[in-house]
């Protein structure tokens, strides 16, 4: 992956700011509901950047990436899930990926949300229109992986991904996802909030924890502000009396290389390789869609990879 560097070669900076992007898993009334609370700032900032995003598209890719970490919060070993929209408004639909060690990458499948002015969107439900949730998970006792489907009716990442766990899994399910930006549209908080029902839990104890993250405002304005996501969790929840269990980190992070782009374009077809020797311009640039990296090859690779 080659990251751009936001940080322009502050080392202090960049190790504070992944200092402070981190998962932290708690329980609470009574061990029956789980959940996990996020903070990831540097996450959606170099989102933004490697992306090349404006605020519109920060925001909606920005949830995704928030909801997929929260939800891997769960996973163990080795396992991984993806968030797939695919919808008729402007959005037009996304991919998101997640894994255990805390990595995201994904993509919008639209370079730009065209929309007349931005400024004026007063819900993402019209940016998405009608449509469908995928969430599909890659778990290590599973032969396959496991996907279901639902229907987006909210337009909201957070509305449709609570409706998805309680139609696809009948788990209670609660998101709270939040990207704040400053008057110059600079992202200065970023995070979220996931909590899931466990067996057997009592009916009033889960009303009583969509009560409050329904009611919790602006997760990101909070983190701007410098308040740590363990303090805002034992605030706003203190009648249910959560206790963490462990942390974790967060990063946007993407396992492609040069070495693997190399190893795909040595396999393509010998004929497709010469054409592009033919007609392509050189240096070929090989883009990864998920992170938006791009390797470059001269036109002496591509032949050295002939035969």
């Not at 929309?115 to 290590?140: H, I, N």
């Amino acid at each position: 992956m080659i990251k751009k560097d936001i940080f322009n070669r502050d080392v202090k900076a960049l190790f504070q700011a992944s200092a402070r992007d981190r998962i932290h898993r708690f329980l609470m009334a009574g061990d029956q509901i789980r959940g996990a609370v996020v903070h990831t700032t540097r996450m959606v900032n170099e989102m933004r950047a490697n992306h090349d995003l404006g605020p519109l598209e920060t925001l909606v890719l920005g949830q995704a990436y928030i909801a997929s970490i929260l939800m891997c919060s769960g996973l163990k070993g080795k396992e991984r899930l993806g968030i797939n929209i695919q919808c008729s408004g402007p959005v037009k639909g996304l991919d998101v990926e997640a894994n255990v060690f805390g990595e995201v990458r994904g993509f919008l499948k639209t370079g730009s949300i065209e929309v007349e002015d931005p400024k004026q969107v007063k819900r993402l439900s019209s940016l998405f229109g009608a449509g469908f949730l995928t969430v599909t998970k890659y778990l290590e006792d599973s032969p396959a992986p496991y996907s279901g489907q639902v229907a987006l009716e909210y337009g909201s990442i957070a509305e449709d991904l609570a409706n998805y766990f309680l139609v696809s899994e009948q788990i209670p399910t609660g998101f709270k996802l939040s990207v704040f930006f400053d008057d110059t549209e600079e992202v200065t908080g970023a995070g979220g909030v996931f909590l899931q029902a466990m067996p057997g839990v009592d009916p009033h104890e889960v009303a009583r924890a969509e009560k409050i993250i329904q009611e919790i405002e602006s997760l990101g304005q909070s983190f701007a502000q410098g308040t740590r996501p363990q303090d805002l969790i034992l605030d706003e929840f203190a009648d249910l009396k959560p206790r963490f269990l462990d942390s974790s980190r967060v990063e946007f992070f993407c396992r492609c290389s040069r070495e693997g782009m190399e190893k795909h374009l040595k396999g393509l077809p010998e004929q497709e390789k010469k054409d592009i020797l033919d007609q392509e311009e050189f240096p070929l640039e090989v883009r990864c869609h998920n992170c938006n990296s791009v390797y470059r090859f001269t036109q002496g690779n591509i032949r050295s990879y002939l035969n």
